[in-house]
Nanobody
Framework: QVQLVESGGGLVQPGGSLTLSCVVS?????????MRWYRQAPGKERELVGGITSANDHTMLEDSWKGRFTISRDYASNTLYLQMNNLKPEDTGVYFC???????WGRGTQVTVSS
């Protein structure tokens, strides 16, 4: 059974940083699997934050997060990461990891940016 488990969320002040993790089990963490991060803000639809592709681990981020967030993955630990810097209140929401090839989703981790 494939499981994606996110962690690392919490309450942080504006300008702060967090690192989210997504541990994948039940699926061989191969380079050919694209992986993505999504965010669902309160009362809004889930939206794409960015992803890491199979092509040399190329990463992409949507404009709202470029320059502040970084996506990476570690094959040894089957973990996807989202490094979040200079956080803003509008970054608040539940963050999910996703394997689009199989439409696997985690349950999400809450990030709240507030003073």
């Amino acid at each position: 059974q494939v499981q994606l488990v996110e962690s690392g969320g919490g309450l942080v002040q504006p300008g702060g940083s967090l690192t989210l993790s997504c541990v994948v089990s039940g699926l061989t963490f191969r380079r050919q699997y694209e992986m993505r991060w999504y965010r669902q803000a309160p009362g809004k639809e889930r939206e794409l934050v960015g992803g890491i592709t199979s092509a040399n681990d190329h990463t992409m981020l949507e404009d709202s997060w470029k320059g502040r967030f970084t996506i990476s993955r570690d094959y040894a630990s089957n973990t996807l990461y989202l490094q979040m810097n200079n956080l803003k209140p509008e970054d608040t929401g539940v963050y999910f990891c996703n394997v689009p090839t199989y439409n696997y989703w985690g349950r999400g981790t809450q990030v709240t940016v507030s003073s």
